[in-house]
């Protein structure tokens, strides 16, 4: 069984930075693709961004390129999200994932276990 648990979310301001953790409990974490997804009230859930297994390969929605990074370290299961330039339009609860399937995917669908998420707000 999987577990995992997101930490770092906050109330901040415009132009501030957060760094949001992940934690995975279980087996075999470096076996896992990780992303992370946000959902904002009223809308659907979206990519934000994945990282391959081995931290080699990344992919980013367009709207964080450039400000946001994700990275992993596996000797501690954990995968990170570095936020940057935060926006108002930023504020949402962010959730992490994990895909056991080769490749990266945006696709909520395909990733098997999840987080319970985070609360980032973003003030002007």
């Known amino acids: 069984q999987v577990q995992l648990v997101e930490s770092g979310g906050g109330l901040v301001q415009a132009g501030a930075s957060l760094r949001l953790s992940c934690v995975f409990a279980?087996?075999?974490?470096?076996?896992?693709?990780m992303g992370w997804f946000r959902q904002a009230p009223g809308k659907e859930r979206e990519f934000v961004a994945a990282?391959?297994?081995?931290?080699?390969?990344?992919d980013y929605t367009d709207s964080v390129k450039g400000r946001f990074t994700i990275s992993r370290d596996n000797t501690k299961n954990t995968v990170y999200l570095q936020m940057n330039s935060l926006k108002p339009e930023d504020t949402a609860v962010y959730y992490c994932?994990?895909?056991?399937?080769?490749?990266?995917?945006?696709?909520?669908?395909?990733?098997?276990?999840w987080g319970q998420g985070t609360q980032v707000t973003v003030s002007s």
């Open positions: 990282i391959s297994w081995s931290g080699g390969t990344t």
């Open positions: 279980g087996r075999a974490f470096s076996s896992y693709a």
């Open positions: 994932a994990a895909d056991d399937t080769p490749g990266l995917s945006d696709n909520p669908s395909e990733y098997d276990y």
